[in-house]
């Protein structure tokens, strides 16, 4: 799983600190998309890491 922004990740990218893997890049504007297939989501630490953002989401919606 991978969230990134261009622009943030933009200067890692240029320095190969950071490699972009796929030439498709999706344009979200403000949204951000958390996405992973079921089997993926059985992996402890996959799960973990949702929980975690969900967790983040819903602390930014509360406030």
């Known amino acids: 799983m991978a969230l990134g922004s261009l622009t943030l990740a933009g200067e890692a990218l240029g ?3 950071l490699v972009q893997p796929f030439d498709h890049v999706l344009d979200a504007g403000r949204r951000w998309y958390a996405i992973s297939t ?3 989501l059985r992996d ?3 799960q973990g890491t949702w929980d975690w953002l969900r967790g983040q989401a819903q602390s930014l919606a509360a406030s």
């Open 15 to 17: 320095s190969v600190q």
């Open 38 to 40: 079921s089997d993926r």
């Open 44 to 46: 402890v630490d996959v």
